[in-house]
């Protein structure tokens, strides 16, 4: 099991290497020029951080690529998606240009840029310089020896040092109502858009206070709701380490069970654009019948289980944005048994079997295929193989039977076809 999920995780890896460094996805966009000319064609979209050192550009899909470092070019645009900005920005002691994220343009314009650790959002009113929004935490520590100490919950504490706000105070001096409410404002990308519309809505009248704003739906959490098909195989464990299994004594058989789920899906671009963690809930029923062979003529063993089942994955999504595009995902599933009644037939001897509340070793692998039917709705598809283990509660079953134990814990290996819709 060990070599398995460190295959798993290499495959995980290599997917990702591969789909950072030679990502080509190119969507409809334009290139605006130092000389103010708007070039219309394809970029290819390679990622946040990717998207911030380079654009690369080509008229149709036949073209040259032509490669635009910031200070080449002023902007660059998807169509009716993100929007990128060439901006000097202070890193590491020095100035210089880079694509920097735009979420608001118009009146005042709000950028995005991540590599700065306490820098990350940027505002600008219109002919006025940019402005870094400055934001830490720091991590203060108690050393006390008082024996009042002992009553201190944490000995660490965190700080919020947030002058981002005083300088939107300073920005917002004009509008009194906008100021009473920046102490709920949050370092994130929606607080700032939503304070900065706010102000706008106040202060400027006409059909140019803001040009663009980013759609930050896009890009956030996304819910799911799918079924598919799953083919299960048991496979009996030897019941102590050394001991002979009697799987060979069963005819096991495949069995199908139809499982149902919903998703939530959760994007971590701030490590990379097709990188996301996803959890789900799954319910499924499954009817396990097997039959000893001529040895054990006449013996038997059926059980039916209803269970839930909590799936935690690593998604990466290749080509993230194009209408085609596929993932790969590893994880791992919580399953818990919430009814099951099984009988063990021993010529005319019934014997009533039960299962354990939880399942272990839920390891999974996935490969899928997501289509996109509009900005905020998919259909996928997934292929997922995976094991877990389960036990039977302490025997109930005849001397004869129990003597054997070779059903005490199985594994279930299962390969699921699941098609489903994201919005």
Not at 61 to 90: G, L, Q
Not at 117 to 144: A, P, R
Not at 221 to 230: D, E, K, M, Q, V
Not at 319 to 336: A, C, D, Q, T, Y
Request: with cysteine; net charge positive; aromatic share 14%.
């Amino acid at each position: 099991m060990k070599h398995y999920l460190k295959t798993l995780i290499l495959l995980f890896l290599i997917s990702i290497s591969i789909g950072t460094k030679a990502q080509l996805n190119y969507r409809k966009g334009y290139v605006i020029t130092n000389s103010n000319d708007t070039l219309h064609g394809k970029i290819n979209d390679g990622g946040g951080n990717r998207n911030s050192r380079i654009c690369l550009f080509k008229q149709s899909k036949a073209s040259k690529v032509i490669k635009y470092y910031p200070a080449d070019i002023k902007a660059y645009r998807f169509i009716n998606d993100k929007y990128y900005a060439s901006k000097k920005v202070f890193i590491r002691g020095e100035s210089r240009y880079v694509f920097v994220d735009i979420l608001v343009e118009g009146k005042i314009n709000l950028y995005n840029y991540r590599k700065t650790k306490n820098m990350t959002y940027y505002i600008e009113k219109k002919d006025s310089n940019m402005i870094g929004l400055v934001y830490k935490v720091i991590t203060l520590y108690s050393k006390s020896k008082s024996p009042f100490n002992r009553l201190i919950y944490s000995h660490e504490y965190d700080l919020k040092y947030t002058p981002f706000l005083d300088t939107l105070y300073y920005l917002f001096r004009d509008c009194e109502k906008i100021q009473k409410k920046l102490d709920a404002v949050e370092y994130d990308q929606r607080s700032l858009t939503n304070i900065i519309q706010d102000y706008l809505s106040e202060v400027c009248k006409g059909n140019d206070c803001i040009n663009y704003k980013r759609d930050l739906k896009i890009n956030g959490p996304r819910f799911g709701l799918f079924t598919g098909i799953r083919l299960n195989r048991v496979s009996f464990l030897p019941y102590a380490e050394g001991k002979h299994t009697y799987d060979h004594l069963i005819n096991p058989k495949n069995v199908i069970s139809f499982p149902i789920g919903a998703f939530v899906n959760i994007p971590m671009s701030r490590i990379n654009d097709g990188l996301s963690f996803q959890i789900e809930l799954i319910a499924n029923n499954i009817k396990h019948y097997h039959e000893f062979n001529n040895l054990y003529y006449g013996n038997s063993v059926e059980i039916a289980s209803n269970t839930i089942g909590i799936p935690i994955l690593l998604k990466y999504e290749i080509l993230k944005g194009n209408k085609l595009s596929p993932s790969i995902s590893i994880g791992n599933e919580m399953n818990f048994v919430y009814s099951s009644k099984g009988n063990f037939v021993s010529g005319n001897r019934n014997s009533v079997l039960s299962l354990r509340p939880i399942q272990s070793n839920g390891l999974l692998f996935e490969l899928g295929l997501n289509y996109k039917l509009s900005p905020k709705l998919s259909l996928f598809s997934n292929l997922r193989v995976q094991s877990f283990k389960n036990q039977f509660n302490p025997p109930t079953i005849d001397d004869y039977a129990r003597s054997s134990r070779y059903w005490a814990e199985y594994k279930t290996s299962s390969m699921s076809l699941y098609v489903g819709l994201k919005f």
